[in-house]
């Protein structure tokens, strides 16, 4: 499934504009995707985005909320600023 491929991308563009439970990101990307990915899938990536510092958690065990650190918003820009650049090679692939 692409989305998967993609769900470390996708989880840190979305949190570039909001600070978001693992639920909220489901129901975001349901609503967005029209893919219901399971709260296992969301959350081992949450974590490992943790565990590589590109996100961190506030807040309880019924409630963590996830923001992207410093770390996170460079990675997040450096993917915006590839996005063109991924486009054209996506598109040159099926010529």
């Given at each position: 499934?692409?989305?998967k491929n993609f769900l470390d991308i996708l989880i840190l563009m979305e949190l570039r504009k909001d600070s978001l439970?693992?639920?909220?990101?489901?129901?975001?990307?349901?609503r967005k995707?029209?893919?219901?990915?399971?709260?296992?899938?969301?959350y081992s990536r949450?974590?490992?985005?943790?565990?590589n510092k590109l996100t961190e958690g506030m807040g309880t065990?019924?409630?963590?909320?996830?923001?992207?650190?410093e770390e996170g918003e460079k990675t997040a820009k450096d993917f915006?600023?590839?996005k063109d650049?991924?486009?054209d090679f996506i598109i040159n692939l099926f010529k």
């Open positions: 499934m692409i989305v439970s693992g639920y909220d990101i489901m129901r975001l990307l349901h995707l029209s893919v219901m990915l399971s709260s296992g899938t969301i949450l974590y490992n985005l943790e565990r065990k019924k409630k963590r909320v996830y923001r992207l650190t915006l600023e590839l650049k991924m486009l």
